[in-house]
């Protein structure tokens, strides 16, 4: 069954609310289609603990500022679910949850959209899938040798599940140190924490909003073809949000550094010292999900699409949102989010009324 639209927005998180917000101010007809059978993004398959790393003022779509957790600074993942639903239904947005997206083409004259449900003929595509069903893990050497528990980020949900365990945490970002914190504030798991390189926290006083702030300088001076001002990478890696800093406040939450092999029963170090685990997290970050894209031969020489902001450099039709600072500076947060938003949207528009 075909059906007819003006934009078809891919993914119906953060991303794709922001989208068909703006889409709806420029009086564009369009539909939303996301994989998750209820509303909240990828943000209803985080774990139990995880808390956002930004005050409600700095972490809303546009139009619609998140109401405060009472007795939280900064809102837990459940809350922040909660607002997506409100603001879903709150502009009416049109979208088709369980619906999966599997191939985007085009016949010249429209972008073909093939849904399990049958296929959307669109005017334009707005990409707005995210990374979090791309969980990646490096090739380490014995890592199919390791005859214990291996997980991702994405399978994390509570200590609990570790209870009276040996637990290898690996990464040096947000992820891997609020997960290592979560284990050793619970004291029921024995937490080796590995990172790549020494872990480097963010000052106290530093949260998301100075994160957002130094993105969006760092994207205006590029734009104005100043010199590099560094990313927000530059001031840290590691937020030190409630949990991670009682954690390191506590003596509880130091690195190693990343061994050279696993093992069937744990990790070997360069200096031939061992350490036996029951179960390996990796916290080793995401790739764009965007395998949907594949049929539009989009994909430069090493394997990236080349955008201009938001717009495919290769099919003007189509415009990519939400995935890092290459579809628009903190385009994968949540205050990030608008402002490529309404520019996807209102090059577009502008698109289809010429």
Known sequence: MNQHTDVVVVGGGQAGLAAGYHLRRQNLDHV????????GGAWQHMWDSLHLFSPVEHSSLPGRLMPAQPGETYPGAGHVVDYLADYEKRYDLPVQHGTRVR??????????VEADTGTWRARGVISATGTWTRPFIPAVPGRSAFTGRQLHTVDYRCPTDFAGQRV?????GNSGAQIAADLALDGHVEVTWVTQRPPRFLRDDIDGRALFDVATARRRALDAGRRDTGAAASLGDIAAVPPVRAARDAGLLHAKPMFSRLTADGAWWADDSHTTVDAVIWCTGFRPALSHLAPLNLRGPRGHMPTDGTRACGEPRLHLLGYGDWTGPASATLIGVGRPARDAAGEIAHLLRS
């Open 32 to 39: 939303i289609l996301d994989a998750d059978p209820a509303p």
């Open 103 to 112: 191939a985007v083409r085009h016949d010249g004259e429209r972008l073909l």
């Open 168 to 172: 290898l945490v690996v990464g040096g």
